[in-house]
């Protein structure tokens, strides 16, 4: 039988998968998904960014970022406000609900994040981390 788990890509791949499913289901109960929570974490971080600001820092592209920001805006967790200095452009809030979420969100965030580093080890966490920075710089 043809093995795979000794490709950096395939082990990789593996690994995010299950991560990623633990996270979706960890934030379940608020009917967010991922993108969702880094997209109102990046906006709490950042009043009043521009929506390009934050889709160019998550790597999301404008189309998709668009909808997302339309769904997040029709649940009432973000506000999009014309520029005052620039009306051709928009920024980007956080509603008094979306600052709720994302409280409890972060709560959930960091039972997840426990969960991982208790496979790993916090030793394990920082060599992950460490490693993971090296092969995002090889573009």
């Known amino acids: 039988m043809l093995r795979l788990n000794g490709f950096v890509g395939y082990a990789l791949r593996r690994a995010q998968g299950v991560i990623f499913a633990d996270f979706t289901d960890t ?26 600001r934050v889709s160019l820092a998550l790597g999301i592209q404008k189309a998709n970022f668009v909808l997302t920001i339309a769904e997040l805006e029709k649940r009432g967790l973000v506000v999009r406000r014309k520029s ?41 966490r920082e060599q992950l981390l460490e490693l993971l920075g090296k092969l995002s710089e090889l573009n």
Do not use: C, W, Y
């Open 84 to 124: 005052a200095s620039d009306g051709r452009s928009f920024k980007l809030d956080l509603s008094a609900r979306g600052r709720r979420v994302l409280a409890r969100a972060a709560e959930l965030q960091s039972a997840h994040e426990a969960r991982v580093t208790a496979r790993l080890g916090p030793r394990g």
């Open 27 to 52: 934030l379940a109960e608020l009917r967010l998904r991922p993108v969702q929570f880094a997209v109102l974490t990046l906006i709490s971080q950042n009043p009043g960014a521009s929506p390009s």
